[in-house]
């Protein structure tokens, strides 16, 4: 259970290029940070080096539960989850297949994630395969892994894209809910979060 | 279920749905064995000779389908990230991805290069040892091919990698199969062969996790 | 009898007479030729177990003609979009697939005596064997997709594709020194079976083909009910 | 730079991005040829015997490698979609592809044919029938491989299914190749033999395009 | 060069699921088309049905040129061009080489290419490989391919997915400018396009 999310100096580099450095953020049980910046500016490379699968060249991100720190690791293993470009959702599988992959592969249970799949309607699509699905129905599959995991960090790369209305409203519910339950939002978005978060700005 | 347990099931349903499981390989290795003699000609008892030789190349290579399939899709749909956020160190994904490999497409393979040795006109007194180093043999095949696998998604290229990489490590055991099985069938001491082979495959089933732990990290930065 | 098979309704009005008749005449036929068979003298050289030809030829004839049945209907889907094509098609492969291993049975039966090997990789045997996987690989294709207008069409371009495997069946003895028997019946220059052998292998030949049909007509309208029953079922979730 | 060019130069490139070119095959064929004798054992002559077979039989299989990656790919990642829209036809995309896929993989695997005849102790007289048969041979199976790789494509189901369509369809030419080089090594006349494998080879490039078309636009809907 | 396109009573199925029927539309040079409705509604189906990719169950899709209908398949060949969901760009290959093939696969020239890049920011990342590219740049990628080419119907799945703030404006622009240039759109978006179109209203 992490409670605590802090980055200090962290400067990440792609290939050659410096994505930026000196970024120092904080974020406590029920807060959030949304990273925004423009195509490009290392949004994406920012929350992957949070999950801990690239290095930061300089700095050092530190996981605190309550019990003090938590070696990083650890804590990437069991509290945090990601949402990004891609959803490693695999087409041939039944949508009810990987749904329940992840979440067990999480720590979840058949119900948590049934819970999921009903919150953001999609038991009529459970049964097709992935690759059936529309844009849509495909990412709130992904959301509904995310929720179905008893995880308190969670790393949202543009979660928004491709939902309609009232998916939208959804997820800006869950997550509302998900902080006042002292949980935390890593997000990186090009528009705002219903939520009060910290402001990264990326690429200025 | 344990984490392992639900890796395993969906790694055993990932190989199925990829390569049509067993069949693929199986298929692969019937192929061998029917191309192989029209390919030789009609003349009686040629095939024979090589009878065994030819099984065991076939189950060789029949290993190495589909291995560019093992590590590459979950590095490229995201996958891999989500699987590194598990309970579970990269080197045993690997593991059990190898495992699952073995499983579907080893196991098989072992149990049916006794027929397709026979079938190819070999002494059925062979078949034995055709199925014991049949299951050595593939169980290091899929762990050894699993590692080429993971450095070369690492290097994001396809089949060369694997091949160059994958082959020169294989050699070994496949020589070592090989003279268990000629000298089993001809009447002469095969254990030490057999040892090797065998100490091979532990070795491998041993390794080649880290390395394979180590790889994948490595592709994801 | 075309229009008849092109028009569903026509088809199962024909077939309802048909494939009864046609299964009379096959008994009959069969029996006939078992008869026959049995009448035969033993051969010179072979002995009793030539009678295995009056089982085995007509078996891998009617596996032949079932391929060319299911890759000419296969066609008429193909071209002429006639549903009724695709429903034949597929009735026609497990048949087809059934013939063909009863060929290769009895011809390794056969072979076992005369060749003193179950298997030869011989160039007919592995042909006819070719034949049995695309049979197979047909029912396979279709099985693997799942929505049934892409199966069939996959299906059908597939078993065109294979009708390259008929020619290579029946000329492979003359392409390949094989240890198969050569053209003896259909040959340029007549046939080389003495006449007692000859009359029953094509009494059994017309039997087993009027049996391949009588089936074929009877699974087609099986074929043709299942999917009356599907559309039915359909109809009702939508109304529901 | 006409379309047809554009396409091929494309194709071109992503064979060797995704087999490592020439080398894969090469590499599995080579691999094949160092395997075999080992698998086989030291005893002489043994090999020679079946070494045309053999290296036959190894060509025609290499052929077979990566068939799985040729549509599904473009088909996943929406590239078919566009090629749809493209100046060419579906059966002409498919044709471009298999020829890809020859010039990359047959046509270096035919020149490897006779130097792997002859390592594996076979009758260099064979060496110049092993070339002809193995270029208009590979031909052939990239055709007719294309063309069970397209028709799987649709059911999303890889291997097996390839692995059970093509098989079939390959044996023929294999037949009359296999027929061809014997027949040429023991001075038998090997003219029809090869004639069968050209003619086989011709109808394969001319049909098997329409036969991809088709089952690529039906993978589409 | 297409100037009209027309439905006309469209039913479109996928598997055993009724999309939608009874659907109309017209849209002449100079004209847009933008398909709304919830996730799953049909609008990928429909734009894919446009682009010859599905057939619809049951109505016709005309094409019509300066010199009346003009076939189908012929119309797609030379008029149309597609950005859906899957931008058919592979990862392993540099971007030049992606846009150079798919522009002159389309019609257009090295020229173009380069301008469109130019306009869509994407000199300085040409030279990449695909598989490194953000989300947006690839997106950036995706839609420099369909302004390098010279055709006029231009069948957009939801294009603003994951641009920036500059980006989209860019992106309005260019439309407003191909509508001006007497092209046509036909999108799918969950957001208002900046022009005057046309709106169809999937699953109500
Ligand atoms: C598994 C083994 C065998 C298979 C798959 C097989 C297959 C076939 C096929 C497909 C035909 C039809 C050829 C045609 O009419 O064009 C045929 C005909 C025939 N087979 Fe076999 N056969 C097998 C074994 C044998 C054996 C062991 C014998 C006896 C030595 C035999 C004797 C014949 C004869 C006499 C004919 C008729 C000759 C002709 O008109 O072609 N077959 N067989
Ligand atoms: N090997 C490399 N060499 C140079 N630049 C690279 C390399 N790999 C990645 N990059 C650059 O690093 C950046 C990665 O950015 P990232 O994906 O984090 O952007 P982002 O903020 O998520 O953008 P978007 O909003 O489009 O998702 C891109 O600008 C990309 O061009
Ligand atoms: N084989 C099938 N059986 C049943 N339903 C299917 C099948 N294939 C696709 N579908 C359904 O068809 C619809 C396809 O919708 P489409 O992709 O056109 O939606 P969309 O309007 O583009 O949605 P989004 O806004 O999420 O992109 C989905 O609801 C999907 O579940
Ligand atoms: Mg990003
Ligand atoms: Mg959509």
Redesign the pocket.
Same mark, same amino acid.
């Given at each position: 259970m992490i409670t605590a999310l802090t980055g200090r100096d962290l400067a990440v580099k *792609? #290939? %050659? *290029?410096l994505?930026f450095e000196g970024l120092d953020f904080d974020v406590r049980a029920g807060g959030a940070v949304v990273?925004t #910046?423009?195509?490009? =500016? #290392?949004?994406?490379?920012?929350i *992957?080096a949070v999950a801990g699968l690239i290095a930061p060249v300089q700095g050092r991100i530190g996981f605190h539960g309550p019990a003090g720190p938590i070696e990083p690791d650890e804590a990437r293993r069991a509290g945090c989850h990601l949402i990004g470009?891609q959803d490693g959702l695999k087409g041939a599988r039944a949508a009810r297949e990987e749904l329940l992959f992840w979440t067990r592969w999480t720590g979840g249970g058949a119900a948590s994630a049934h819970r999921a799949a009903v919150l953001l309607g999609l038991e009529r699509i459970l049964p097709l395969e992935v690759r059936l699905l529309s844009a849509g129905q495909r990412r709130r599959l992904a959301l509904a892994r995310l929720i179905a995991a008893p995880r308190s960090l969670w790393l949202l790369? %543009?979660p928004f894209v491709s939902l309609d209305g009232a998916a939208r409203a959804t997820l800006q519910e869950i997550l509302r809910r998900h902080l006042e339950e002292g949980g935390m939002v890593f997000a =990186?978005s090009?528009e705002p979060l219903p939520v009060a978060a910290q402001i990264l700005e990326? #690429?200025r | 279920m344990s984490a392992a347990g639900t890796l395993l099931a969906r790694e055993l349903r990932l190989v199925f749905a990829r390569g049509g499981g067993p069949l693929l390989a199986l298929g692969f290795f019937a192929c061998v064995a029917a191309v192989l003699p029209l390919a030789v000609g009609p003349a009686p008892g040629k095939l024979a000779l090589v009878a065994q030789g030819a099984a065991w190349t076939a189950l060789a290579l029949s290993m190495l389908l589909g291995l560019d399939r093992l590590f590459e899709p979950d590095l490229d749909d995201g996958a891999l990230d989500l699987l590194a956020l598990g309970p579970l160190p990269l080197a045993f994904v690997g593991a059990i991805k190898c495992l699952a490999q073995w499983l579907v497409n080893g196991a098989p393979l072992a149990l049916a290069a006794p027929i397709v040795e026979v079938a190819l006109g070999g002494p059925p007194r062979a078949a034995p040892m055709m199925l014991a180093a049949g299951a050595l043999g593939s169980l290091a095949f899929a762990f050894v091919g699993g590692t080429g696998a993971a450095l070369v998604v690492a290097a994001r290229r396809g089949g060369l990698l694997i091949a160059v990489i994958v082959i020169p490590l294989i050699v070994p055991p496949v020589i070592f199969g090989g003279v268990a099985i000629d000298a089993y069938a001809s009447g002469q001491p095969w254990a030490p062969a057999l040892a090797l082979l065998g100490a091979y495959a532990l070795a491998a089933v041993a390794l080649s996790p880290l390395a394979m732990g180590a790889a994948c990290r490595n592709a994801l930065g | 009898m075309i229009s008849a098979l092109v028009n569903p309704l026509r088809f199962m009005a024909f077939s309802r007479w048909a494939a009864p008749a046609l299964g009379a005449l096959a008994a009959a036929l069969i029996v006939v030729g078992i008869a026959l068979g049995a009448a035969a003298p033993p051969d010179y050289q072979q002995g009793e177990t030539v009678r295995i030809m009056f089982v085995h030829v007509p078996a891998a004839w009617t596996a032949m003609f079932a391929y060319a049945a299911l890759g000419s209907a296969s066609f008429v889907f193909l071209v002429f979009r006639v549903a009724l094509a695709d429903a034949a098609a597929r009735a026609a492969a497990p048949l087809g697939a059934g013939f063909t291993l009863m060929a290769l049975i009895t011809g390794s039966l056969w072979g076992r005596p005369m060749w003193g090997a179950w298997w030869v990789w011989d160039a007919r045997l592995t042909s006819v064997l070719v034949l049995f996987l695309l049979f197979v690989g047909y029912l396979a294709l279709r099985a693997a997709i799942e929505e049934e207008q892409r199966a069939a069409r996959a299906g059908a371009i597939l078993a065109l594709v294979g009708l390259v495997n008929l020619p290579v069946i029946k000329f492979s003895v003359d392409w390949w020194n094989t240890l198969h028997q050569g053209e003896s019946i259909f040959r340029a220059g007549g046939p080389t079976i003495a006449a007692v052998y000859l009359w029953p292998l094509f009494v059994m030949g017309a039997g087993f083909l009027a049996a391949f049909g009588a089936l074929w007509l009877v699974r087609i309208r099986a074929e043709v009910w299942r999917r009356r029953a599907a559309g039915l079922a359909l109809q009702a979730a939508a109304d529901a």
């Open positions: *792609r #290939g %050659e *290029r994505l990273v #910046g423009p195509n490009g =500016a #290392g949004k994406t490379s920012l *992957r470009h790369d %543009e =990186a090009h990326l #690429g | - | -």
